[in-house]
């Protein structure tokens, strides 16, 4: 509509086209299609209206986005639970917080459901800054360079579990899945700041004598737990028994 109203002002075609960052092909095809550019508008256009909803106070007192804020996860029972709660205090009555309300309620609040992802908000900024000036002065004090200073992190890999995104043709209308495998197993890999030192990395899988393991040298050390997650007892053993040797 912007650009039929620039049109009709007389404005020339390279201003509109760089105007709306479109190309003059485009504005000459929009002035083409105006009689039914304008039929649609004026017409088949669907308008809504955004009615508030019954318990306004109620509603603004749900503190789903102070919870939010601090990304703690809130569900479809807290906040009828919280709404329920709210509602008794103010108007002193009963309310069922029913599944109707509560679609009304999102969908006038701009409330959808995500899944969690990560572990984004696991680590603390805040404590970054006095980690690193920390670790100066220790440096500094013990007179240690980038070699002598180790850091070792642990994850967990699920090595069965396929993509659960795919290509698929135009003709099919839909891409069927197979169950997802849970196998895992944990390693932990270390390395020193400079990075010219390397230790071995470790793998704690479930299985104590893995029989794809037999008459075959490894290229990893290996240990086994009953659900392939690393303890203490496991901990110390690497620790003492491959990093100690390996840098002292």
């Known amino acids: 509509m912007n650009i039929l109203a620039d049109c009709d002002k007389g404005k020339s075609l390279l201003y509109i086209s760089s105007n709306f960052g479109l190309s ?3 504005i000459c095809t929009i002035k083409k299609q105006k009689a039914q550019i304008l039929a649609s508008t004026t017409s088949s256009a ?13 509603e603004d007192a749900l503190w789903f986005l102070t919870q939010r804020k601090c990304h703690i996860p809130v569900g479809a029972m807290q906040l009828k639970c919280k709404a329920r709660e709210l509602h008794k205090k103010l108007y002193n009555n ?3 917080a029913s599944d109707g309300w509560l679609t009304k309620f999102k969908k006038r609040y701009g409330i959808r459901l995500l899944k969690e992802s990560g572990e984004k908000l696991s680590s603390s900024k805040e404590l970054v ?7 100066s002065s220790v440096t500094e004090k013990h007179n240690l360079s980038h070699e002598a200073v180790f850091n070792a992190d642990e994850s967990g890999l699920y090595w069965k579990m396929l993509p659960d995104k795919t290509y698929v043709h135009s003709e099919e209308k839909c891409a069927p899945g197979r169950k997802v495998s849970k196998e895992r197993i944990t390693f932990l890999v270390c390395a020193n700041a400079e990075g010219t030192k390397r230790i071995e990395p470790f793998v704690i899988g479930k299985a104590q004598n893995p029989r794809s393991f037999r008459n075959k040298i490894l290229p990893v050390k ?7 997650w690393m303890n203490a007892a496991i901990f110390k053993k690497c620790f003492f028994g ?3 040797p390996e840098v002292c």
Do not use: C, H, N, Q
């Open 222 to 228: 290996y240990d086994s737990s009953k659900s392939a």
């Open 24 to 26: 003059k092909s485009t």
């Open 242 to 244: 491959i990093f100690a």
């Open 129 to 135: 800054a006095p980690f690193i000036k920390e670790l």
């Open 46 to 58: 669907k308008r809504f209206t955004m009615k508030t909803g019954e318990f306004v106070k109620m």
């Open 94 to 96: 009963t309310f069922f």
